[in-house]
C-alpha cells in the first residue's frame, strides 16, 4: 500500500520542470500527500483497496519518505484509533458528502477548496446522527462502502459495518434439487432466524450469510409478523445489480449476472418479525453483496 505520495515531476518545458514562466504552479512548493488521509470519495475507495497516488488526498506531513513507519497519522491506523463511534442499533447509514464553505476572499489559495465532510444519517434519510471527515472512516475497524452516487441533494454512499459477533453465527447449508438452502442461527442453541433459498447459482459468500445472521440475532421477539407500514425497497442506489421485492411473507433478492457470477433469485422466509429492523438487515445485506 503506497503511503507516501510523491508530487509528481514533469519534465518538459521551457524550465526542464513541466511549467512555463507564465504558470503560477512554477512559484507552488512541492505538496507531497499521505496515503491516508483521503480528502474524497475516490480517494478513500484508493485508501481502502491500497491504489493510492497522488491527488486527492491530505499534505503529507513529514514531507520526505522513508518516515512512514513512525508518523502519527500512521500509528494512529494502526493502532485503529480515530474512527468514529458507531451506533449500536443499526448495522447501514448513509452518508452524504457536504463540501466545505469557500472562505471569503480566499481566491483560488483557500484551503476549504474542494474539502469535504460528511453527514451520516439513518439509512432511509432523515436527521444525521453522526458528522466525520474522510480519515475517521478510513480508520474506522469493519467499515464498507458502497459506490457512490449523485442525486438531488449532492454526493452519497453507504456505510455498513463488519458485525463483530459474525463469527459465532452459524449457517447450515444442505442442497435441494438445482438450488441451495441456508439456515441462519444466531449461534449455537439460538432460534432459527432465517431460511434462504438459492434459486440457480448463490450469488454470495458466507460471510454476508453470518453477518445478516449476526445482525438478526439479538431481537427481544422471536414469531413472526408483518411489520406496521414496513416498505421493502426496490432497489438502493449505489448498489447495481441487486433488486429486492417483498413477495406474500417471504422476501425475494434478484441479482443480475456479472463477471462474477450468474444470474440469481434468493428467497428469504424469516423466523423473525418483518419489521423496521429486518427491513435495514436487509438493506444491508444487499449493500455487503456489492461493497468495497
Given amino acids: 500500500m503506497p503511503l507516501f505520495l510523491e508530487q509528481p515531476t514533469y ?17 507552488f512548493d512541492r505538496r507531497h500527500q499521505c496515503g491516508l488521509q483521503p480528502t474524497r470519495f475516490a480517494a478513500l475507495y484508493e485508501a481502502l483497496t491500497g491504489r493510492q497516488h497522488w491527488g486527492g488526498f491530505g499534505r503529507c ?17 494502526l493502532a485503529r484509533e480515530g474512527g ?19 472562505t471569503p476572499g480566499a481566491l483560488f489559495a483557500d484551503p476549504a477548496s ?6 451520516l444519517s439513518p439509512w432511509r434519510g432523515g436527521q444525521p446522527v453522526l458528522d466525520a471527515d474522510w480519515v475517521e472512516i478510513l480508520n474506522t475497524p469493519g467499515l464498507l462502502i458502497s459506490w457512490c452516487w449523485q442525486d438531488e441533494q449532492g454526493e452519497a454512499f453507504w456505510l455498513v459495518r463488519s458485525h463483530p459477533a459474525a463469527d459465532t453465527a452459524i449457517v447450515h447449508t444442505e442442497r ?24 440457480g447459482c448463490c450469488a454470495h459468500e458466507g460471510y454476508h450469510l453470518r453477518h445478516l445472521a449476526a445482525d438478526l440475532a439479538h431481537r427481544p421477539d422471536r414469531a413472526p409478523a408483518l411489520g406496521t407500514g414496513t416498505e421493502t425497497p426496490g432497489r438502493l442506489p449505489g448498489v447495481p445489480l441487486v433488486d429486492l421485492a417483498r413477495v406474500g411473507s417471504s422476501s425475494v433478492i434478484r441479482r443480475a449476472r456479472s463477471r462474477s457470477h450468474g444470474p440469481s433469485t434468493v428467497q428469504i422466509g424469516w423466523d423473525v418479525p418483518f419489521d423496521e ?14 461493497a468495497i
Fill in 11 to 27: 519534465p518538459r518545458g521551457p524550465d526542464g520542470r513541466g511549467w512555463n514562466r507564465l504558470s503560477l504552479n512554477a512559484h
Fill in 61 to 77: 506531513f513529514v514531507g520526505h519518505p522513508g518516515s512512514c513507519g513512525s508518523c502519527p497519522v500512521q500509528l494512529r491506523r
Fill in 84 to 102: 468514529i463511534n458507531w451506533p449500536d442499533e443499526t448495522p447501514l447509514l448513509l452518508a452524504r458528502v457536504r463540501p466545505w464553505p469557500l
Fill in 114 to 119: 474542494g474539502r469535504s465532510s460528511l453527514e
Fill in 176 to 199: 435441494i434439487g438445482a438450488g441451495l438452502r441456508h439456515e441462519l442461527y444466531g449461534g449455537p442453541g439460538l432460534p432459527r432466524l432465517a431460511v434462504l433459498t438459492c434459486h
Fill in 277 to 290: 429492523t429486518t427491513v435495514t438487515a436487509l438493506a444491508a445485506y444487499a449493500v455487503r453483496l456489492v
